[in-house]
T-cell receptor, first 112, second 116 residues
Framework: AQSVSQHNHHVILSEAASLELGCNYS??????LFWYVQYPGQHLQLLLK??????LVKGIKGFEAEFIKSKFSFNLRKPSVQWSDTAEYFC??????????FGAGTRLFVKA | NAGVTQTPKFQVLKTGQSMTLQCAQD?????MSWYRQDPGMGLRLIHY???????DQGEVPNGYNVSRSTTEDFPLRLLSAAPSQTSVYFC???????????????FGQGTRLTVV
């Protein structure tokens, strides 16, 4: 069965530190890849997405992610985090069959 | 723009009670789905629908029913609530990019359900 693994469940960073959140999926076919963010008390919002083309995709608020097909990975990065980036981040994969599978999420806490 | 609208936002049920969580979208999306969100487990798919009249089970369907009589609405029914169904429920819709790949999901605000 397809699955999505997020390596870190909790991450604590100081402001201005660099961020990288890992995401790996298990599926050999065509995929659509997403990162969603959930700020405290809010619903999930799309951060960025990859459908095809340039494997380095840029999203909102300075986030980017790189799709490495050979590694089945779609890691999220941000060079300098802010306190307002405190949220939970979900990697998601749509593998066809009309299902989008979510990872367990990574809670990021940024210390001011 | 309304997007995806869920009601209610909060609900407390007693064990054995039934209720329906409402979800409506105004984006003419064919694909709609229900997830439950539990700490440390991310979002798990309960049921989904690829169009009016078509529904299918997701990862954790037991104890839940759905129907899709119109493109806009996708209600989730709890037949006999159990404490294990205490969770936050999200409805989502998306547009089909190709025959079997969807674009990004648009989420509702969520329903926080407590079963006592």
């Amino acid at each position: 069965a397809q699955s999505v693994s997020q390596h870190n469940h909790h991450v604590i960073l100081s402001e201005a530190a660099s961020l990288e959140l890992g995401c790996n999926y298990s599926y050999g076919g065509t995929v659509n890849l997403f990162w969603y963010v959930q700020y405290p008390g809010q619903h999930l919002q799309l951060l960025l997405k990859y459908f095809s083309g340039d494997p380095l995709v840029k999203g909102i608020k300075g986030f980017e992610a790189e799709f490495i097909k050979s590694k089945f990975s779609f890691n999220l990065r941000k060079p300098s985090v802010q306190w307002s980036d405190t949220a939970e981040y979900f990697c998601a994969v749509n593998t066809g069959g009309f299902k989008t599978i979510f990872g367990a999420g990574t809670r990021l806490f940024v210390k001011a | 723009n309304a997007g995806v609208t869920q009601t209610p936002k909060f609900q407390v049920l007693k064990t054995g009670q039934s209720m329906t969580l409402q979800c409506a979208q105004d984006m003419n999306h064919e694909y709609m789905s229900w997830y439950r969100q539990d700490p440390g487990m991310g979002l798990r798919l309960i049921h989904y629908s690829v169009g009016a009249g078509i529904t299918d089970q997701g990862e954790v369907p037991n104890g839940y029913n759905v129907s899709r009589s119109t493109t806009e609405d996708f209600p989730l029914r709890l037949l006999s609530a159990a404490p294990s169904q205490t969770s936050v429920y999200f409805c989502a819709s998306s547009y089909q990019q190709t025959a079997n790949l969807n674009t990004e999901a648009f989420f509702g605000q969520g329903t926080r359900l407590t079963v006592v």
